[in-house]
C-alpha cells in the first residue's frame, strides 16, 4: 500500500530565512505521481506542483524549490526567503493506481501535513 | 466556471441524524471523490467515483453513503452521525484520464457532530 510520511508536525522560521519542507513515500509502482498542496488558515487546497515518477529534474517556481529523489524516495519542498503569508500547512500527496484493474483510476494519498509559522 | 461547489460550509448534528453533503462541479470531470480531513492525520479518502454511476469504497469508507447519478453531482450521505464523523470534508475531481491530473478541491464543509 501507498504512504506518505511527513515527519515534521510543526516548523516554526523567521521571515527571510529558508525552510526545508520533507516528505518521504512509500509505493509499489513504477509509476507514480507526486503532489505539494497548501493549505492557508482560510482553509481551501492550493494545488502547487505535480511531479512523476520518470521525471527527477528538480523544479523552481520563484521562491519556491522541489528536490526529487527517487534513490531515497523523497520529495521535498524548499521555500527561500521565506514570507509571512508562506505560513499553511503543507501536504504532500502520492499517486498511484488502486489495483492492476482500476487504470487511470488512482488514488491520492495525503501525508499528515507539516503547519509552517514563518514569523515576522 | 465554478469549480468545485459544497454546501454547506458549516453544520452542526446531533449523534443520531442524518444528512447529505452536497458537491458538484462544471468541468466535466469524471473523476470525483469525498476525503475528510482530521487533526495530524491529513485527507483521507471516503469514497470516489470514476463515472456516473460508479461508485467504490476509499480508505474510510464505514457511516458513508454516495451516488453519482449525473457526472455533476456526488452527494455524500451520513446515515447516522457520530461524533467520531466530526471533522472537515473536501469533495475533488478531475479528468479520469492520465494518472497526474490535478485534483480541483471545494472550499470543504465543517461538520460537527454533539
Known amino acids: 500500500a501507498q504512504k506518505v510520511t511527513q515527519a515534521q508536525t510543526e516548523i516554526s522560521v523567521v521571515e527571510k530565512e529558508d525552510v526545508t519542507l520533507d516528505c518521504v513515500y512509500e509505493t509499489r509502482d513504477t509509476t507514480y505521481y507526486l503532489f505539494w498542496y497548501k493549505q492557508p488558515p482560510s482553509g481551501e487546497l492550493v494545488f502547487l506542483i505535480r511531479r512523476n515518477s520518470f521525471d527527477e529534474q528538480n523544479e523552481i517556481s520563484g521562491r519556491y524549490s522541489w528536490n526529487f529523489q527517487k534513490s531515497t524516495s523523497s520529495f521535498n519542498f524548499t521555500i527561500t526567503a521565506s514570507q509571512v503569508v508562506d505560513s499553511a500547512v503543507y501536504f504532500c500527496?502520492?499517486?498511484?493506481?488502486?489495483?492492476?484493474?482500476?487504470?487511470?483510476?488512482?488514488?491520492?494519498?495525503f501525508g499528515s501535513g507539516t503547519q509552517l509559522t514563518v514569523l515576522p | 466556471n465554478a469549480g468545485v461547489t459544497q454546501t454547506p460550509k458549516f453544520q452542526v448534528l446531533k449523534t443520531g441524524q442524518s444528512m447529505t453533503l452536497q458537491c458538484a462541479q462544471d468541468m466535466n470531470h469524471e473523476y470525483m471523490s469525498w476525503y475528510r480531513q482530521d487533526p495530524g492525520m491529513g485527507l483521507r479518502l471516503i469514497h470516489y467515483s470514476v463515472g456516473a454511476g460508479i461508485t467504490d469504497q476509499g480508505e474510510v469508507p464505514n457511516g458513508y453513503n454516495v451516488s453519482r447519478s449525473t457526472t455533476e453531482d456526488f452527494p455524500l450521505r451520513l446515515l447516522s452521525a457520530a461524533p467520531s464523523q466530526t471533522s472537515v470534508y473536501f469533495c475533488?475531481?478531475?479528468?479520469?484520464?492520465?494518472?497526474?491530473?490535478?485534483?480541483?478541491f471545494g472550499p470543504g464543509t465543517r461538520l460537527t457532530v454533539l
Open positions: 475533488a475531481s478531475r479528468y479520469l484520464a492520465g494518472g497526474d491530473n490535478e485534483q480541483f
Open positions: 500527496a502520492l499517486s498511484e493506481a488502486a489495483s492492476i484493474s482500476s487504470g487511470s483510476a488512482r488514488q491520492l494519498t
